[in-house]
């Protein structure tokens, strides 16, 4: 019997968004199909985010209580997994991800807000409660008061985990002691910092413990309704939350009475429309109430008005995630972690020029050195390490040589970024600063809602600026307007959006200033980045006239005979790159 | 994607009415409403803007300031293929402009264009989240990453092939 040899073996796969962009569903589906079809008995599981993003797809096979990590595993090399390893139980050593490589991302890892991420499966309400889900709920309706539930978080010191950092059992508290009903509860979910995949991450791979959190949070303010306010950009996402919703009403985690407490509560899902700003507390308000987007002034703080103006209390994916696990094990465990500022973990997007992108959550004070060379394993392609980007577009690039810099609150602010929400792009030398800072500002004046003149206009005029400058036309003045018109923006701007949107820019100046002097005096980009800088050219030696790069040239700039070399017309070619990508020899430079 | 035509005016009127009553007890549906009516079409046909306001009450200018508020909407039918290029930071590192023209050359649609013959619509996201997967699209709402413009350009063959095969 076959189904003996296999023992009780488990199979998970990673499908979050990741895997499946990476075509977990396919191996997922190849794994159930094989074993389904050759009779054997194994238990193959759907999981979220095992954090291990650059080896997609990621498949566990757990034999005899032995758990063994696959990485980058195909349709093609499901075959030899199931035949050596789960019938014959043997692991395929050549595909198992090497135990150092494991070790160097996790070994600093401190997994809380991830504690179930790729462990369980996230469409089953069973597997959540297996692992200990909703007994912080029970213990908070049970045990506790309110003002204790906001005793605990206060004293466990989580700051929101959106990006501004507010303690939030402050805002609990606030809340709580707001006059005014019914009070509200809302998830900010509208993770819109491009570079940040946190959010996206939980809400795929345990949205129970969202759930779980805003309910303790609902019980402690005094709230009977909740709002989980997530991006549409995001489907995977809302669909795992539609099924928690429904498993949780089900099982009279929502509605009336929950758990047998004089306790209601009611959660419902509002989409997004694509609107970076309203990841801004006080537009994403306007959003749920049908309007434009638009921050509005504070206070009066969304703890005193918010919703339909009532007191609401709004935090993101994250925050809510941690409470649980502080109910659970305590505000002191929670507290330990991190530096005596920022208490506890945090959950970043490691990407970019990076060997181990993923998703990590590291205690708060570790440095950026630890993160990019211990747990990321370093650069890639025998590139120098430039500098990290954090906080997306209200933070900026710490460069390299700041990398003993710990990751907390107060020291990174110290240097002109900020923590934010949690992306951390790794860049090497390859990164032209001038061109990463027009990017951010390219993305904020597209997203400013228009409201506060200086932001409206300003940031245009410090997109041209850039685009001056990146374009080869920049002259001396441009650095010192630049920082005028960043300094006028922060002042006189309503909204975080605003006050933050030239942090990208000045960050870049303070740290990179020689790359912006050589675009405006020598016209050179040194990472031969901007296009109206560099020129692109066929080593002749090196071109074996395939003519693939002929037929990918959008503006025919390439000619020349078959197997004879080819050649590029200055004059008409765009620099777009696409015959650098496309050559299989390596034979176009830019210079 | 599929999409219906809002030619007969008649019945996506009715449409429009059985959505709004749906989400009629609820205050401030409008977006949701609006999500809803461009699920099924693909786009907010203009003319059912002024039908909206009169059904929730509110100026057929704000319906408009908020279709043209949120990127979302699309005032345009978009071609029967949407493909969406995400220019996120780690993206936009990877070569996402590269990405974009090799789909415009193998689609004919320029980003936020739809192409001549309508079955290919190219847009731009600000993030997709999928950023260690960098560069990254989706078609169709199916994420797609690790690209380079060769396989991007294979992606759209693809489609053309398949649309080919089921029309025949």
């Not at chain 1, 089953?124 to 309706?141: F, M, Q, T």
């Not at chain 2, 408009?64 to 293929?81: A, C, D, E, H």
């Not at chain 2, 220019?87 to 192409?115: F, N, P, V, Y």
């Not at chain 2, 759209?156 to 649309?163: D, G, M, S, T």
Request: net charge neutral; charged share 20%; proline share 5%.
């Amino acid at each position: 019997m076959i189904g003996d040899y296999a023992g009780s073996c488990v199979i998970k796969v990673g499908i979050a968004s990741c895997g499946i962009a990476a075509g977990g569903s396919k191996v997922l589906g190849t794994f159930a199909a094989q074993l389904n079809s050759r009779g054997i008995e194994a238990t193959v599981k759907p999981t979220g985010c095992i954090g291990m993003c650059y080896q997609e797809v990621l498949a566990e096979v757990i034999r005899d209580n032995r758990p063994v990590l696959y990485g980058k595993v195909t349709p093609e090399r499901v075959e030899r997994i199931i035949e050596e390893h789960v019938i014959g139980g043997h692991p395929v050593e050549e595909w198992v991800l090497p135990q150092d490589e494991v070790d160097g991302f996790m070994s600093r890892q401190q997994r809380i807000v991830l504690r179930n991420c790729g462990i369980i499966d996230p469409e089953s309400i069973e597997d959540y409660i297996d692992s200990g889900g909703y007994r912080a709920l029970e213990k908070a309706l049970g045990k506790l008061t309110p003002l204790g539930v906001i005793d605990e978080i206060t004293r466990s010191g989580l700051r929101g985990r959106g990006g501004a950092g507010f303690a939030t059992g402050v805002k609990w508290l606030n809340t709580r002691k707001a006059g005014g009903s019914p009070k509200y509860v809302i998830c900010n979910a509208d993770e819109g910092d491009p570079g940040a995949f946190m959010d996206r991450s939980v809400l795929e791979s345990d949205p129970h413990t969202v759930l779980e959190g805003m309910l303790i949070a609902g019980y402690a303010i005094g709230a009977g309704q909740g709002i989980i306010y997530v991006r549409a950009e995001y489907p995977l996402a809302i669909q795992r939350l539609e099924k928690a919703l429904a498993q949780a009403r089900d099982r009279k985690l929502l509605g009336e009475g929950i758990l047998g407490h004089k306790f209601d509560f009611n959660l419902n899902i509002r989409q997004g429309a694509g609107a970076f700003v309203c990841g801004e507390e006080t537009a994403l308000i306007m959003s749920i109430e049908g309007k434009r987007g638009m921050p509005r002034l504070r206070p009066p703080f969304p703890s005193q008005s918010g919703l339909w103006g009532r007191p609401t209390n709004i935090n993101n994916v994250e925050t809510f995630a941690n409470v649980p696990w502080i109910m659970q094990h305590g505000a002191e465990g929670y507290a330990r972690l991190g530096t005596a500022g920022s208490r506890g973990t945090k959950v970043f997007a490691l990407a970019g020029s990076i060997r181990r992108g993923g998703l990590i959550e590291v205690p708060m004070g570790i440095t950026i050195r630890e993160i990019v060379e211990e747990i990321g394993g370093g650069i890639p392609g025998g590139l120098g390490f430039k500098g990290i980007q954090l906080g997306g577009p209200s933070g900026g690039v710490i460069p390299a040589s700041l990398e003993d810099t710990p990751v907390d609150y107060e020291s990174i602010n110290r240097t002109g970024a900020i923590v934010g929400s949690g992306g951390m792009i790794v860049m090497d030398e390859s990164a032209c600063m001038v061109d990463i800072a027009r990017f951010f500002l390219n993305f904020t004046q597209e997203e400013s809602c228009g409201k506060c003149t200086f932001c409206r206009i300003g940031t245009r005029r410090m997109l041209e600026t850039l685009e001056r400058i990146t374009g080869g036309e920049g002259n001396e003045t441009d650095l010192a307007v630049l920082e005028e018109l960043a300094h006028e923006i922060k002042q006189s701007s309503l909204c975080g959006l605003g006050q933050t949107a030239p942090n990208p820019v000045l960050t870049t100046l303070k740290y990179f200033r020689d790359e912006y002097i050589e675009h405006i005096n020598a016209k050179k980009c040194r990472a031969k980045k901007c296009q109206a800088l560099i020129t692109y050219l066929i080593k002749p030696d090196d071109c074996p006239g395939c003519g693939l790069c002929i037929k990918y040239c959008p503006v025919n700039a390439i000619t020349g005979s078959r197997k004879q070399p080819h050649t590029i017309d200055a004059a008409k070619c765009i620099r777009c790159g696409l015959c650098i990508s496309v050559c299989r020899k390596d034979a176009v430079t830019v210079t | 994607m599929q999409t219906k035509s809002a030619s007969t005016e008649k019945t996506s009127l009715a449409l429009i009415d059985a959505i709004v009553f749906k989400h009629n007890a609820q205050p401030g549906a409008v977006i949701p409403v609006l999500q809803e009516i461009q699920e099924e079409y693909g786009y907010i046909p203009p003319a059912v803007i002024q039908r909206l306001a009169d059904q929730l009450g509110v100026f057929a200018s704000d319906i408009y300031g908020i279709v043209t508020f949120y990127s979302q909407f699309r005032l345009q039918p978009p071609g029967k293929n949407v493909i969406k290029v995400c220019h996120g930071t780690a993206c936009h590192l990877g070569g996402a402009d590269r990405l974009a023209q090799s789909i415009a050359q193998h689609t004919g649609a320029s980003e936020g264009k739809t192409s001549k013959d309508g079955r290919f619509t190219m847009e731009r996201v600000a993030c997709l989240g999928c950023c260690s997967l960098s560069p990254c699209i989706t078609v169709n709402g199916e994420i797609h990453g690790r690209l380079n413009p060769e396989s991007a350009g294979e992606i759209v063959n693809r489609l053309k092939e398949k649309e080919f095969s089921t029309a025949e």
